[in-house]
């Protein structure tokens, strides 16, 4: 998204919103939706209709969030699909504890460091074949589907099914970026046959089909996780990427697995703010948080200059550890707690001055579009989801006859030796998306995820802070104009932050404010559509309901029953 960057700011006083609500905060675009049976966040009203259909079928939560994921790889493949990663975040409300799934691939084992050296690579390509990591959201839906599920998968896939052969029509956002995607990738084998099947038109209102991707669906439902990784779906893949020079193999397909990992959490005033390990960039949001924590900001207030201020300073203390630190576990020994403690939030709080930072050094230790949905079910059983292919559509790789692009995660590696994140065969390379959930004395409260690559753990911190701090309803949180700080040094390696980047506001903050923070030393501008995409589901204890959000940045709806 082009970006504006200025030094004077005129008229962003105003939301876009009308702002003439009877209850609640003027900027928020509606009430929160509120049902007690179940509850569907996603970021397409359509698949957020098919959550609810298959829970009132008889289905749970993470059958429902699968459903609703296999149809947004087709009404949303500009953020998502079968071709990219995926993460989860489940509450078992049997046994009343958190499950953590690491469901994204690995680098091929064919390709070296060594390749890209030779080759005169100064970082890895953002398309073509040689970005492309496994693909690991089908298995995500399977593992999903064996340790929770309780719907056949056939029943589960079948909505996606139907609306990829009978068509669907298009959202005007979709529309917007599957034209912006066709000029970036439409000389690339294979992209018009699968996303302009028929010559289909690529406009708001045009109904949509994806045949392909439904009879890849199909295999799936029948045969299961095998049909991708190790039969006809995985020699289809492997032959198109070795066509193309890559290096992405059956073997490589076949040896892929998810991973279970535990969450770890921060206490924030007496919340417990969940998020994965990495190689995903989730605790970036809890190092916010655990620096923030020690400042007054309900006293600073919403918008305030004081506020922006320090939440910005924090977020780049965190960021410059998550360029040294953050990357797949299985390659190093951090113990990535250690980051998440009370005296090292301390040691690092003490470096925010009354000034903007130009940069800020990694502490010391011992030793990138996307879609998001939650889904919660009768029983109490909530699932944050998120699955993304990087890059919006991602690398351009689109193997015949299968419906879908691969990813380009492996973008995201450094080529700088002796960073944690460097290139290595079989490794997972640092990831963006990240889903969250919170909890309060034991129980499940908050369900919920923001997309957009950086913004994401940024977006988290504010969400929590919006609830926590500014006492704001579910729909409020996600609706209140949000901060957005770029220019950190970034996992793949390079230059360090050395000007203190740039603050971006979204509409909606008050000018005297923004000329404060001008004081302060901190450059400020906007952009248009980089603020990312939000759902969230609230739980009450007391009265079983639960609370459903989706912003209007995006084409999201909940819906509960």
């Not at 959490?265 to 995903?280: I, K, M």
Request: aromatic fraction near 10%.
């Amino acid at each position: 998204m082009k970006q504006f960057y200025i030094t004077v700011l005129i008229s962003v006083t105003l939301g876009l919103n009308a702002q003439d609500r009877v209850t609640g905060k003027t900027f928020a675009t509606r009430s929160e939706v509120i049902a007690s049976e179940g509850m569907a966040c996603t970021s397409h009203p359509l698949a957020s209709q098919i959550a609810i259909d298959i829970l009132k079928n008889g289905g749970n939560a993470i059958d429902a969030a699968i459903g609703a994921n296999a149809a947004l790889g087709l009404m949303e493949p500009t953020g998502c699909g079968i071709g990219g990663d995926l993460f989860a975040i489940v509450w078992n409300a049997k046994e009343q504890k958190l499950y953590g799934l690491n469901a994204s691939g690995r680098s091929p084992q064919g390709l070296s460091l060594s390749y890209f050296k030779e080759n005169g690579y100064s970082k890895i390509p953002a398309t073509g074949p040689l970005p492309v990591s496994v693909p690991g959201a089908v298995d995500g839906w399977f593992s999903l589907h064996e340790k929770f599920g309780s719907m056949p998968m056939d029943q589960i896939l079948a909505p996606a099914i139907h609306y990829a052969e009978k068509g669907f029509p298009l959202t005007e956002l979709i529309a917007y970026y599957l034209q912006r995607s066709a000029k970036i990738f439409g000389a690339y084998p294979n992209f018009n046959e699968t996303y302009l099947f028929e010559g289909q038109k690529l406009e708001k209102g045009a109904i949509y089909k994806n045949p392909a991707l439904a009879s890849t669906y199909r295999q799936l439902a029948k045969d299961g996780r095998a049909a991708f990784y190790q039969g006809e779906i995985a020699d289809v893949i492997a032959q198109f990427i070795a066509e193309q020079g890559g290096f992405l193999s059956r073997e490589d397909l076949a040896q892929h697995q998810s991973e279970w990992v535990e969450p770890l959490s921060v206490d924030y005033r007496g919340y417990q703010v969940w998020e994965l390990p990495p190689n995903g960039q989730g605790i970036a949001a809890l190092q916010i948080l655990k620096i923030l924590e020690a400042y007054d900001l309900r006293s600073m207030g919403f918008g305030s200059a004081d506020y922006i201020h320090h939440f910005v300073e924090a977020k780049k203390l965190a960021f410059e550890d998550r360029a040294k630190y953050y990357a797949d576990p299985d390659f190093n020994t951090i113990d990535y707690r250690e980051l998440l403690s009370e005296d090292y939030a301390a040691q690092r709080r003490a470096l925010i001055k009354d000034r903007a930072s130009r940069r800020f050094d990694a502490g010391k230790l011992e030793q990138g579009n996307t879609i998001y949905l939650t889904v919660a079910d009768a029983d109490g059983n909530m699932v944050s989801l998120i699955q993304s292919n990087y890059r919006g559509m991602g690398s351009g790789m689109v193997p015949p006859g299968l419906g879908f692009m691969l990813q380009d995660r492996g973008e995201l590696f450094s080529l700088e030796e002796g960073h944690h994140n460097v290139y290595a065969p079989g490794k997972r390379p640092f990831h963006t998306i990240i889903p969250a959930f919170i909890s309060k004395d034991g129980k499940p409260w908050v369900s919920f995820g923001l997309m957009g690559g950086a913004m994401q753990p940024q977006g988290h911190a504010q969400i929590v802070i919006n609830l926590v701090d500014f006492d704001m309803n579910l729909q409020e949180a996600g609706d209140a104009p949000r901060i957005q700080h770029e220019g950190s040094t970034e996992p793949t390696g390079g230059a360090k932050m050395t000007d203190g980047g740039r603050v971006l506001l979204e509409s909606g903050i008050d000018y005297s404010q923004i000329r404060s923070l001008l004081k302060r030393g901190h450059k400020v501008g906007f952009s248009l559509g980089s603020y990312g995409g939000y759902q969230a589901i609230r739980f009450d204890p007391e009265t079983g309901v639960y609370y459903g959000a989706s912003e209007s940045r995006k084409d999201g709806m909940a819906i509960g029953y």
